[in-house]
């Protein structure tokens, strides 16, 4: 069982940064895949990315390729999300989730924790 809280979101003009974290509690973290979504108003849940329990392999939307990097550092129990170049399109609250799966995954439906969400707003 895994218990996931998220942090860093903000307010963050166009072209800057922002550095998501998620803390992670739990004896299972440091051996299972991780992922970030996001869900934008009057949106359902998106794929950003996810990286494999060795933080190795890493898998990235197409919309986020190039401005994203997810990281993990399992010592710490933490999972990152670097995000730069921040388009208004980024705009949404992002979740961090743990999956069940023995690699990384697109599918929201093989994560089985999820944070509450932090949010994210790209003004133009």
């Known amino acids: 069982q895994v218990q996931l809280v998220e942090s860093g979101g903000g307010l963050v003009q166009a072209g800057g940064s922002l550095r998501l974290s998620c803390a992670a509690s739990?004896?299972?973290?440091?051996?299972?895949?991780m992922g970030w979504f996001r869900q934008a108003p009057g949106k359902g849940r998106e794929f950003v990315a996810a990286?494999?329990?060795?933080?190795?392999?890493?898998k990235y939307a197409d919309s986020v390729k190039g401005r994203f990097t997810i990281s993990r550092d399992n010592d710490k129990n933490t999972l990152y999300l670097q995000m730069n170049s921040l388009k208004p399109e980024d705009t949404a609250v992002y979740y961090c989730?743990?999956?069940?799966?023995?690699?990384?995954?697109?599918?929201?439906?093989?994560?089985?924790?999820w944070g509450q969400g932090t949010q994210v707003a790209v003004s133009s």
């Open positions: 739990g004896r299972t973290f440091s051996s299972i895949p």
């Open positions: 989730a743990g999956a069940r799966s023995n690699y990384a995954t697109v599918l929201a439906g093989e994560y089985d924790y």
């Open positions: 990286i494999d329990w060795s933080g190795g392999l890493t």
